[in-house]
């Protein structure tokens, strides 16, 4: 039993409300990890302030959702897994590209594997990407600056992950064709 409840906006702290509303009108509803997180208000600020950023960047939604599904496999987190896989594939992501990530490999299509690679390149070393990590990014199109930005979508994720894998929120019924379990470790 998680000793962490799914706060609705009625039962959040005060100051958490306005961001759980926010969630709720941008997305339709309020993800359980979200409700998990609203007991601080700190946390649930945080995370609706970076992701707010992270959607105005220059990535497209296809490339930011990439990115955050990547991002939740190579952290094993099993919630952000089901839910990115969801909304992977309402922004066009190709199924099989989808699938390949799921299972800690790169998309077929050039630009998101360039994306997924540099993604798992910074959670896996630490942020201590090699030169070529970069080199092979900016040949696929891409510029400087969003090397950065993809640095910010994995801070924005890091969030959702950690938080889902210490709150352990119950998986909502609309994503349960997308669960997914980490392999062992």
Known sequence: ???????????????????LRQLEQALGL?????GTMAASPVLIDAFIGVFQRVHASSLT???IQTLLLTNAVANASEW??????????KQGVPPADVDAIRRGRLP?????????????????????????????????????AQILE?????????????AS?????????????FAW????A
């Open 1 to 19: 039993m998680s000793s962490f409840p799914v706060h609705t906006i009625d039962s959040a702290p005060a100051q958490s409300r306005p961001a």
């Open 30 to 34: 309020i993800p359980n990890v979200a």
């Open 61 to 63: 939604e296809p490339q």
């Open 80 to 89: 952000p897994v089901a839910f990115h896989t969801a909304l992977a594939l």
């Open 108 to 144: 077929e299509d050039a630009g998101l594997a360039a994306l997924s690679a540099l993604a798992r390149a910074l959670i896996g070393q630490r942020g201590r990407v090699a030169e070529s990590d970069q080199r092979r990014f900016l040949e696929a199109g891409f510029d400087a």
């Open 150 to 162: 993809v640095i910010a979508v994995v801070a924005a994720s890091t969030i959702t992950n950690y």
């Open 165 to 177: 894998s210490v709150t352990r929120p119950p998986l909502e019924a609309q994503f349960e064709a």
């Open 181 to 184: 379990h980490a392999p062992a």
